[in-house]
């Protein structure tokens, strides 16, 4: 085939965290990216609204933009790369480009997860395309991964730790005794945390990462509504306490499970035994575990950070300048031909550890342990730490087995107790 390109302009919309630390990898490996492309790859524009804000790198005042049009309009751009993030006015940005036929790159999963499948469709039309790979995992490159190597596996599970900001806070407070508030400060400091954190800790990264996973695991368009979310803002430090007594850490996990031909999708905290393999992922890092008919396979990295984002993002521009330089562009490397209907959550069946605020008063734990015996859960450990008479008091429970719908309904009815005040539940991942 006839080679033709032998430069490619790119735009960079957002130089936030993300985009600057796309635009510092870009540079510091150009030379090699070039010689191994044979094509000359050049920034040409940057857009942001905020020049502000100080940034790791320093920029040409010539290459400064503040009007996405800047680069949508410039006809000379192949190459725009989106990381501005949130739905709107990222999705209109990006689906005029790629009307446009440009190519774009994006971190965005919020709009992957919400629009994905339009904006392929939009690529597919206009012979452009659409590379996500930092969208999910940070520098993890589980989504090539998952469109290439791994499309002809029937992948039954994909599980683990996608979000770096929750596990860094996790972590720190686990392992150092930091506050919530100061880990997720320095969280954001160091450029883990979304612009709004509510995004992190309450779990809807986490879903919106596992739902452009399960899509593309088990070929279905998944829906991010129907993916069950708890973020890690209920925890308190006493559960991390009492989970390291037991031999267990808290992590927050998002999983996706196919289960004779449904779906399972959820995102919350889990108490994990600390010899499990997940346990020792701490910090940014992310660990996503693929479990396929033919192999189990786990992949490990920085699951945030402008750099390690950056550097999926640049793997993506590699990939399309390959494309572009031989015209095999539009391959969109994967399409949702099944249609799995999603498991509800109320028959999920888990082991939980319960914590309940109740007065240390006679007869307390019996009545509690009546509501649990009356739903049928079944207990297998209670921990009351030494209290005083009459004081309210956490109290921990470790069930046995129990499917999700008799947990809840054990809880509303402890909740009516006079004697107890609160009742809040963590499932337990005995896994493997
Ligand atoms: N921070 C991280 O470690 C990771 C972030 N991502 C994703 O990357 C995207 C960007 O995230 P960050 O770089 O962390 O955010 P950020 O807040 O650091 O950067 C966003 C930048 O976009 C600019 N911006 C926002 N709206 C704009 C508009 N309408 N026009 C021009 N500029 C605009 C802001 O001024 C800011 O400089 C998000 O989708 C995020 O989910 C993905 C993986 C890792
Ligand atoms: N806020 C996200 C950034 C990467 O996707 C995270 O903490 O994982």
């Given at each position: 085939?006839?080679?033709?390109?032998?430069?490619?302009?790119?735009?960079?919309?957002?130089?936030?965290?993300?985009?600057?630390?796309?635009?510092?990898?870009?540079?510091?490996?150009?030379?090699?990216?070039?010689?191994?492309?044979?094509?000359?790859?050049?920034?040409?524009?940057?857009v942001?609204?905020?020049?502000?804000?100080?940034?790791?790198?320093?920029?040409?005042?010539?290459?400064?933009?503040?009007?996405p049009?800047?680069?949508?309009?410039?006809?000379?751009?192949?190459i725009?790369?989106?990381?501005?993030?949130?739905?709107?006015?990222?999705?209109?940005?990006?689906?005029?480009?790629?009307?446009?036929?440009?190519?774009v790159?994006?971190?965005?999963?919020?709009?992957?997860?919400?629009?994905?499948?339009?904006?392929?469709?939009?690529?597919?039309?206009?012979?452009?395309?659409?590379?996500?790979?930092?969208?999910?995992?940070?520098?993890?490159?589980?989504?090539?991964?998952?469109?290439?190597?791994?499309?002809?596996?029937?992948?039954?599970?994909?599980?683990?730790?996608?979000?770096?900001?929750?596990?860094?806070?996790?972590?720190?407070?686990s392992?150092?005794?930091?506050?919530?508030?100061?880990?997720?400060?320095?969280?954001q400091?160091?450029?883990y945390?979304?612009?709004?954190?509510?995004?992190?800790?309450?779990?809807?990264?986490?879903?919106?990462?596992?739902?452009?996973?399960?899509?593309?695991?088990?070929?279905?368009?998944?829906?991010?509504?129907?993916?069950?979310?708890?973020?890690?803002?209920?925890?308190?430090?006493?559960?991390?306490?009492?989970?390291?007594?037991?031999?267990?850490?808290?992590?927050?996990l998002?999983?996706?499970?196919?289960?004779?031909?449904?779906l399972?999708?959820?995102?919350?905290?889990v108490?994990?035994?600390?010899?499990?393999?997940?346990?020792?992922?701490?910090?940014?890092?992310?660990?996503?575990?693929?479990?396929?008919?033919?192999?189990?396979?786990?992949?490990?990295?920085?699951?945030?950070?402008?750099?390690?984002?950056?550097?999926?993002?640049?793997?993506?521009?590699?990939?399309?300048?390959?494309?572009?330089?031989?015209s095999?562009?539009?391959r969109a490397?994967?399409?949702?031909?099944?249609?799995?209907?999603?498991?509800?959550?109320?028959?999920?069946?888990?082991?939980?550890?319960?914590?309940?605020?109740?007065?240390?008063?006679?007869?307390?734990?019996?009545?509690?342990?009546?509501?649990?015996?009356?739903?049928?859960?079944?207990?297998?450990?209670?921990?009351?730490?030494?209290?005083?008479?009459?004081?309210?008091?956490?109290?921990?429970?470790?069930?046995?087995?129990?499917?999700e719908?008799?947990?809840?309904?054990?809880?509303?009815?402890?909740?009516?107790?006079?004697?107890?005040?609160d009742?809040?539940?963590?499932?337990?991942?005995?896994?493997?």
């Amino acid at each position: 085939m006839e080679e033709k390109r032998t430069r490619v302009n790119i735009g960079i919309i957002g130089f936030g965290t993300v985009g600057s630390g796309t635009v510092k990898v870009l540079w510091e490996q150009k030379f090699e990216i070039e010689r191994a492309l044979g094509v000359t790859v050049e920034v040409v524009k940057i857009v942001d609204k905020d020049w502000i804000r100080s940034r790791s790198i320093v920029i040409p005042p010539s290459l400064r933009g503040e009007d996405p049009a800047e680069i949508l309009n410039d006809d000379s751009i192949d190459i725009v790369v989106e990381a501005i993030g949130g739905l709107e006015p990222a999705f209109s940005i990006v689906k005029e480009a790629l009307e446009r036929g440009k190519t774009v790159v994006t971190p965005n999963k919020e709009l992957i997860a919400k629009k994905g499948k339009e904006l392929l469709q939009v690529a597919l039309q206009s012979g452009s395309e659409l590379f996500f790979e930092g969208s999910v995992g940070g520098g993890i490159p589980i989504i090539h991964a998952l469109k290439e190597q791994l499309l002809g596996d029937d992948i039954e599970e994909i599980f683990g730790i996608v979000n770096g900001t929750t596990n860094f806070i996790l972590s720190e407070m686990s392992l150092k005794g930091v506050s919530y508030q100061e880990a997720l400060r320095e969280a954001q400091r160091l450029g883990y945390a979304e612009p709004v954190p509510t995004m992190d800790v309450e779990g809807f990264d986490a879903a919106y990462k596992i739902a452009i996973l399960a899509s593309l695991s088990f070929r279905t368009q998944v829906d991010v509504d129907q993916v069950y979310r708890e973020g890690i803002t209920a925890l308190l430090p006493q559960d991390i306490d009492f989970a390291r007594e037991l031999g267990y850490v808290i992590k927050l996990l998002a999983i996706a499970k196919k289960d004779k031909n449904q779906l399972e999708l959820r995102v919350h905290p889990v108490l994990l035994p600390s010899w499990h393999s997940l346990a020792s992922v701490n910090g940014v890092e992310n660990a996503i575990f693929v479990k396929s008919r033919t192999r189990n396979l786990t992949f490990i990295g920085p699951g945030a950070g402008g750099e390690a984002t950056g550097s999926a993002i640049v793997g993506d521009i590699i990939e399309a300048i390959r494309n572009l330089k031989y015209s095999c562009r539009g391959r969109a490397g994967y399409n949702f031909t099944a249609n799995f209907p999603v498991k509800p959550m109320k028959e999920v069946v888990n082991q939980y550890c319960v914590r309940i605020l109740a007065y240390d008063r006679p007869g307390v734990l019996g009545k509690i342990a009546a509501e649990f015996g009356a739903c049928g859960v079944s207990l297998s450990a209670v921990k009351q730490p030494v209290s005083v008479p009459d004081q309210l008091t956490h109290i921990y429970f470790l069930t046995h087995h129990t499917p999700e719908s008799q947990l809840q309904l054990a809880l509303e009815h402890i909740r009516k107790l006079s004697v107890v005040s609160d009742a809040f539940a963590i499932r337990v991942e005995s896994g493997s």
